[in-house]
């Protein structure tokens, strides 16, 4: 069993910034690759980003490349996402996910592929 648990979220002007992360707890977390999603209101959820397990890939979805940051702390069982130049866009609810994979190649973008998830944390961007 896996517990994942996300905090960072909140209310933010356009333009600016917050981090998000997630601690994660029951599993050898340094071997699973790890993911964020996000979901809209009225909207289907969509891929963030995703970094392996190593942390030395990492992929984001095009509308956030170069605003987001996505990395991992295997000694503290953390992954976090730096939002950076936000968006009214960016409103959504932000889930951490793991990978059901483990030591997969790379990273994956597809929803299916992870089997645990966090509770999610809501951001608000004001235009």
């Known amino acids: 069993q896996v517990q994942l648990l996300e905090s960072g979220g909140g209310l933010v002007q356009a333009g600016g910034s917050l981090r998000l992360s997630c601690a994660a707890s029951g599993r050898t977390f340094s071997t699973y690759p790890m993911g964020w999603f996000r979901q809209a209101p009225g909207k289907e959820s969509e891929f963030v980003a995703a970094i392996s397990w190593s942390g030395g890939t990492a992929v984001y979805a095009t509308s956030v490349k170069d605003r987001f940051i996505i990395s991992r702390d295997n000694a503290k069982n953390t992954v976090d996402l730096q939002m950076n130049s936000l968006k009214p866009e960016d409103t959504a609810v932000y889930y951490c996910?793991?990978?059901?994979?483990?030591?997969?190649?790379?990273?994956?973008?597809?929803?299916?592929?992870?089997?645990?998830w966090g509770q999610g944390t809501q951001v608000t961007v004001s235009s």
């Open positions: 996910a793991a990978d059901s994979l483990q030591a997969r190649p790379g990273v994956t973008t597809l929803e299916y592929e992870y089997n645990y």
